[in-house]
């Protein structure tokens, strides 16, 4: 249904001039090297970092599906949106190692502290999970919302989308994906702030949402014999999909690389930080609000996807929809210029410039180029492939970091913390935990014809949560056991790379930019986080 009137389609139009206006004069600045075009010139501020970071985290998908599964299953899944605290360690532990190593990407990074195995290894995982489950899920969830709320024809949105931020992210660089995914996060929380606001109005304010949804709708732990969201499962599964995706995935980690020192990231990574508290309280309490107005016969909704743009169609008046709807560009942009700048860099950097090592400065910010323009043919191509995926299939697609983020976890953090683990121990981690994660990917989608295999049907049928924590525990006995049945690494190959190999001065040099403000303001995240948690607990909202 086509919903938008003149006045939202001249605010929509605003917004595009807007983000062109940003990337126009990000464009004409000179972006001649490598670190100018895929790491910004190492120039970024703590405002940009932190901005940059929640926007590239936050997608149309993020969005539509969090109200979704709040709509219906109430507020479990803040779980993930809660661990923002992950934020806070990449800038607290990991930063000091990331930018004394003068990386551009994070298999670089596994090169100086293993072996070229492991980045090529990442490299490639890196790559195929980008391409076919971060681009095809964005373009896919883009062109519903295209669909839902603007009357765009499915693929006719999800084309021009495609090809506004490939423009751009193929011209501008880093530079212009990170100033354009500033303003966008700005929009997202104005656009979202106020369909939460307007809902709450409409239901009678905070405590008649309760009444009418029902505590159970705000309990952040579900029971131990939960299918799907079990408390345990969650409570240790999530900060290990979260250690990966918020402390090693290049997606993520390529902003604090851009900053221009290491308190402008760390400030950068606690900005961000106090941002992701945000969704749980402008993504999923709207889908708890849409849940309540259909309850009570004050909204017709259909499916629970649908909980978000129910909401703005109802609530909204004509001005504040081409708003909401710049908000959800604003995040399926953002993400995808995350996700096409991401490729670019890891492609460039790390097996082109394998290939060509004496390649000159301008061929390699040519390639990246080039490279993000196939990324962007490649996005177009899957969208006829999305039309024939069953919504099954979809779910599994998104489901695929429990299965590979394990064993990548283990590796970066024991790698930091443990300077005996080796470079034997890594590749054996990493390549046995990702056959295994596959393994169970397969088995899980063919799961209905394992039935007269009781063996492989167990293993197909264990929850995805406790899944990724033994999967986790299996990769750490891995590295550990390899590792100490094989030479340790020399210490002056790893030295800087290690807590136990960081030279006293370097280590001084880290220390002296911490200041009492940053961690007063970490403090206070994680105080915040807690009582969250408390909040909404049986024992809290009950």
Known sequence: MNIFTLFDWIVIGLYFSVILGIAWWVIRQKQESPEDYFLAGRHVGWFVIGASIFAANIGSEHIVGLAGTAAKSGVVMGNYELHSWLALLLGWVFVPFYLR??????????????SP????????????????????????AGAVVFETLMGVEFWTGALLVVIITGIYTIVGGLRAVVYTETLQAIVLIIGSVTVTIMGLVKIGGWDNLIAVAGSQHFNLFLPLNDPDFPWLGMVLAAPIVGLWYWCTDQYIVQRVLAARNEQQARRGTIFAAYLKLLPFFIFIIPGVIAYALAKSGQLQLGEADQAFPALVMALLPA??????????????????AAVFNSCSTLFTMDIYNKFRPQAPEKELVRMGRIVTGVIVILGIAWIPVMQIISGELYHYLQSVQAYIAPPIAAVFLLGIFWKRINAAGAITALVSGFIIGMLRLGMEIFKGSLTGHPVLFAFA?????YFAVYLFLVSIGLLVGVSYMTSPPAEEKIRGLTYAT?????????????????????????????????????????
């Open 101 to 114: 190593s003068h990386v551009f990407t994070m298999p670089e990074f596994l090169e100086k502290r293993y």
């Open 117 to 140: 195995s492991t980045r090529w290894f990442l490299s490639l995982v890196s790559l195929v999970g980008y391409i076919f489950t971060k681009v095809s899920v964005t373009v896919y």
């Open 319 to 336: 001005g504040f929809r081409g708003l909401v709807a710049g908000g959800l560009l604003a995040a399926l942009m953002s993400s995808l």
């Open 461 to 465: 049928d264990v929850n995805f949560l």
């Open 502 to 542: 960081t030279v006293s001065a370097d280590r001084q040099k880290s220390r002296s930019t911490w200041k009492g403000r940053d961690v007063l303001l970490s403090v206070v995240v994680l105080i915040i986080i807690v009582l969250i948690f408390i909040y909404f607990s049986p024992a809290g909202i009950g």
